[in-house]
């Protein structure tokens, strides 16, 4: 039997990629929800606050710890599967791995012990520190892994240089690497899709609490503090997603063109079709609705100057169009759908009747399956879209993958890969459930109740103040009883 190597160390690399972003995007919405609601704390002393903020560490600590696991095997294909493609880009995409694990795996590393075990052990400002520091490291990961994909898309700031009879990409200026003509609008856009699934994590979590009766007052000022973060994460990714196709149309025309099914250029506007089904053989989209000239008037704002097709470049330099244009288009469509839904949210919490909607919290427990897809959708176009370049317009892909590996190899290792992946996805179905079932300890708000209690106590004795005294013991009595 005849193993394909290009095809399975793509399907691969698409596998443990598609596995490993289950949890990035996760942790560092999370970590922006988890600074919000310590600093609440801090500022209210309320004692939900509390309870919200141990209770979304430990979900973060189960996340953060898969991913660290799924990307360092993501990362060793790069070397056994993709041998050449290591080779040309090595020094560009070494530094910006390296930069990652400096600047910010060890930052997040470094304080997630005092976030997740260093309640009672440091003050609350310091743990609060620690809790921004930890989100900071997140984000600076996702900024230096963000700016190396980039660079294949965009590449900027290297020279090519002959080593040992091959090609390789040698950083001429590193700050060019950086600040690649893509690299900070999908940086945004790509923060923010982040930003959106934590949100909806949080609220499909509370949606239910709230609907089963339990922990209802710290659920209902979770839901309402990522409900902001949702609505206005949701009407920002619009721009930044119209400002990265506008990127796409001047870079990649090509790309932008198999989103958009987009097959001959015209001499007048181009259509945007809203719904169809690309067929790449006859140049043609099947099934469709399109709004005339509406693709000219977005990359343009001219509703009558034509976009440049398909038929613009060889067959043999065009992405798979379908493979392109369904993510993208399912990627639009999902956004859209959150705009709508937090916008209908945030007006039932303002008419005060959000939360006796309960067919609308349902919406909402369910609704994170969203934000999952769309998060993978739109690395799917991104990444299908380049093809078939691995660097854009420097090395294909068919000429990237390391050719002594064996195709059968990579398929042994695929069915080991998939075994194991979904061991895990087992293993963290469950203990997330189990933390889920389980919800913020209750224990958290005595405790704090009673070191607050104390604490009184002890300012009262100090002051010598006996009346003071007197009522904040019986206070801390009450509390104790209740």
Do not use: C
């Not at 956004?335 to 303002?350: D, E, H, P, Q, S």
């Amino acid at each position: 039997m005849e193993f394909d190597p290009l095809l399975l160390s793509r399907i691969q690399f698409a596998l443990t990629v598609a596995f490993h972003y289950l949890f990035p995007p996760l942790t560092i919405g999370l970590g922006v929800i988890m600074v919000f609601t310590e600093w609440q704390y801090l500022r209210t002393k309320d004692i939900q606050y509390e309870m919200m903020a141990k209770f979304w560490t430990r979900i973060f600590a189960i996340n953060f710890a898969l991913g660290v696991a799924s990307g360092i095997v993501m990362e060793f294909q790069f070397g056994t599967n993709w041998a050449t493609y290591s080779r040309f880009v090595g020094d560009v995409f070494g530094s910006a791995l390296a930069a990652e694990g400096i600047f910010a795996f060890f930052l997040e590393s470094g304080f997630l012990a005092v976030l997740v075990f260093g309640w009672d052990r440091v003050s609350p400002r310091v743990h609060f520190l620690s809790t921004v520091l930890v989100s900071l490291g997140s984000i600076f990961s996702a900024v230096w892994i963000v700016v190396a994909n980039s660079w294949q898309q965009t590449p900027a700031g290297f020279h090519l240089v002959e080593h040992q009879g091959a090609l390789r990409a040698e950083i001429t200026d590193f700050w060019a690497v950086v600040f690649n003509p893509s690299s900070m609008i999908r940086l945004t856009h790509v923060l923010i899709g982040a930003f959106i699934l934590g949100s909806f994590f949080v609220m499909s979590i509370t949606a239910y609490y709230i609907l089963r009766g339990r922990h209802v007052e710290m659920a209902k000022k979770s839901f309402a503090l990522a409900l902001a973060l949702a609505l206005v994460s949701s009407i920002a990714q619009l721009f930044t997603g119209h400002y990265h196709a506008v990127k796409v149309a001047e870079h990649h025309p090509a790309k932008l063109a198999a989103f958009e099914g987009h097959f001959e250029t015209g001499e007048g506007g181009a259509p945007l079709y809203i719904i169809g089904l690309p067929d790449q053989k006859e140049k043609v989209v099947r099934y469709s609705i399109a709004i005339p000239g509406l693709l000219s008037w977005l990359v343009h704002m001219d509703s009558s100057k034509p976009v440049k097709g398909l038929d613009q470049f060889p067959e043999e330099d065009w992405p798979p169009v379908a493979l392109s244009f369904i993510p993208y288009h399912v990627m639009v469509g999902l956004g859209m759908y959150f705009i709508a839904l937090t916008i209908l949210a945030a007006v039932l919490y303002r008419l005060g009747t959000l939360f006796q909607t309960r067919w609308l919290l349902w919406v909402f427990v369910f609704s994170v399956v969203g934000p999952y897809f769309s998060n993978h959708l739109g690395w799917m176009a991104a990444e299908v879209g380049r093809q078939p370049w691995v660097v854009y317009g420097l090395l294909r892909t068919r000429e990237a993958y390391s050719q002594s590996v064996p195709g059968a190899q990579v398929a042994a290792s695929i069915g080991l890969f998939v075994l194991i992946y979904l061991l895990l996805t087992a293993v963290w179905i469950y203990v997330m459930n189990d933390k889920i079932q389980h919800g913020p300890d209750e224990a958290d708000a005595t405790g704090a109740a009673a070191k607050e209690g104390l604490a009184g106590i002890r300012e009262a004795i100090l002051k010598g103040d006996e009346g003071s005294l007197t009522a904040t013991a019986d206070e801390e009595g009450e509390g104790s009883r209740q």
